[in-house]
């Protein structure tokens, strides 16, 4: 398993942004990734508009997944609608 900072945007209001993170926990989980931790940056206005939205809720992760899972990962993200924009970072260790 690789280390990988995920690094997450969602949408500002509460009930989306509830929603978003446990949809992103449920599918890190459905692809047996280890969360090492979880560190809220707050809201942001974000540098373009993203989704209609013009603010964002970041949330970075700290994670352990193989990396072909990642590929797989990155396509059920694109499908959350309250999950403004993703990016992974691989770590080297």
Known sequence: MRKYELMTVFPIEEAQFKQGIEEARSVLGDFNVQIDSEDPFGDRELTYEIKKKTKGRYVLFNIHAEPDKIIEIDRK???????LTFLFIKIDE
């Open 77 to 83: 993200f694109k499908l959350n609608q309250n999950l």
